[in-house]
Nanobody, 125 residues
């Protein structure tokens, strides 16, 4: 069973940086996609960034492009967040899926069967 555990959240001020890490275990798919999503109170879960194992391609939501960087390491999926804004406040979760032929989507939460428990990021003015 794939296990994902996030860490690194916290309370910061606008303009600060945070680095989230997702510890990954038992991810045995030959080809996979991993992503970071976030959910603010009263809002739907939204896509933040994704990493595709084939080619090492990365994808970002327009709202975080240029500020956030996703990176895959031996046993973690990290999200470096710079120039944080109050609207970045949310619970951040990492997710994983096997990459199946014909389904190359990366930004739809329902495509991901494996999720971590989430970590809270709060950005104050």
């Amino acid at each position: 069973q794939v296990q994902l555990t996030e860490s690194g959240g916290g309370l910061v001020q606008a303009g600060d940086s945070l680095r989230l890490s997702c510890a990954v275990s038992n991810l045995r798919f030959a080809v996979y996609t991993m992503g970071w999503f976030r959910q603010a109170p009263g809002k739907e879960r939204e896509f933040v960034a994704a990493f595709r194992s084939v080619g090492g391609h990365t994808f970002y939501a327009d709202s975080v492009k240029g500020r956030f960087t996703i990176s895959r390491h031996t046993s973690t999926l990290d999200l470096q967040m710079n120039d944080l804004k109050p609207e970045d406040t949310a619970v951040y979760s990492c997710a994983a899926r096997a990459q199946s032929r014909g389904n190359y989507n990366y930004d739809r939460p329902y495509d991901y069967p494996y999720w971590g428990q989430g970590t809270q990021v709060t950005v104050s003015l």
